[in-house]
């Protein structure tokens, strides 16, 4: 296991060290509870976060690892997934069908420049108007949707728009 994944992950005594978990919460930090003999386990666990109980083999302590850090890694990204619900951090956003196929390239190119055109070709694609009003308008729509969980459309005047955090 890459020590630079081990070394991000905090292992925590529970519910002996509960305030190290309360820490670990508040600053997003990866946690991996080690459950204490006799002890129920949490009855919910954020995304930064895993539990196992001793005595754990090697190697399936650091599969728990490599996971934890994989979720963590995939939060960091927007997901938008084929029924038009868009996932980014701890929340999330239903999307119209519209909404969805704008997104697309915005998400696959999380935080780079999508041209003005490419939106308009989707929205010809669709059926929809393609004007620059009606492209502003969807984007409009998109802004709001978007703020709801932490994104948000920057206009690059005169080229595009980029997604990102908020």
Not at 66 to 79: D, F, G, S
Not at 104 to 129: C, F, H, M, T, W
Request: charged share 25%; glycine share 4%; aromatic share 6%.
């Amino acid at each position: 296991m890459k020590a630079d994944v081990k070394n991000r992950v905090k292992f925590v005594r529970w519910p002996a060290e509960s305030e190290v978990r309360e820490e670990c919460q508040a600053l997003q930090h990866l946690c991996l509870l080690i459950v204490e003999h006799g002890a129920p386990p949490p009855e919910q666990v954020s995304i930064y976060e895993d539990w196992v109980r001793p005595p754990i083999v090697a190697e399936d302590l650091q599969a728990r690892v490599r996971q934890l850090a994989a979720r963590a890694v995939l939060n960091e990204k927007p997901v938008l997934d084929p029924a038009g619900i868009l996932y980014f951090r701890e929340a999330s956003v239903t999307l119209s069908l519209t909404q969805c196929e704008m997104l697309a390239p915005l998400i696959s190119r999380y935080g780079q420049l999508v041209y003005r055109n490419e939106l308009k070709d989707i929205l010809e694609r669709s059926g929809a108007s393609s004007s620059s009003n009606a492209i502003d308008l969807h984007v409009m729509r998109l802004r709001r949707r978007l703020q709801l969980v932490g994104l948000a459309v920057r206009n690059v005047w005169g080229r595009g728009f980029v997604v990102e955090p908020i």
